[in-house]
Nanobody, 122 residues
Framework: QVQLVESGGGLVQAGGSLRLSCVAS????????MGWFRQAPGKQRELVAA???????NYADSVKGRFTISRDSAKNTVYLQMNSLKPEDTAVYYC????????????????WGQGTQVTASS
């Protein structure tokens, strides 16, 4: 089992920045992917960004150039730096972990955090 604890959500004005953090604990495999998904009201949960244990990244087109995912593998921690936030980025953001190298928008087999609200007001 893997437990994920997120922090860092909140309310910002459009154009502002937020940084999300997620710490993983439990049975962490050396080969893994950690990532961030989001779900806005009335919409399906979607991939925002993912990073492998080797540092390979994948981003949704909608956040490229604005969001940066990074990780500190020694601390089993993944970060999401969100800049130039837009109202359409408003959603609950979920940290994810999976014990393989799949970075596409695959949700079956993921472990999930509890979610943290991000709101960008116009």
């Amino acid at each position: 089992q893997v437990q994920l604890v997120e922090s860092g959500g909140g309310l910002v004005q459009a154009g502002g920045s937020l940084r999300l953090s997620c710490v993983a604990s439990g049975s962490i495999f050396s080969i893994n992917v950690m990532g961030w998904f989001r779900q806005a009201p009335g919409k399906q949960r979607e991939l925002v960004a993912a990073i492998t244990s080797g540092g390979r990244t994948n981003y949704a087109d909608s956040v490229k150039g604005r969001f940066t995912i990074s990780r500190d593998s020694a601390k089993n921690t993944v970060y999401l730096q969100m800049n130039s936030l837009k109202p359409e980025d408003t959603a609950v953001y979920y940290c994810s972990y999976r014990p393989d190298l799949i970075t596409r928008d695959a949700q079956s087999g993921n472990y999930w955090g509890q979610g943290t609200q991000v709101t960008a007001s116009s």
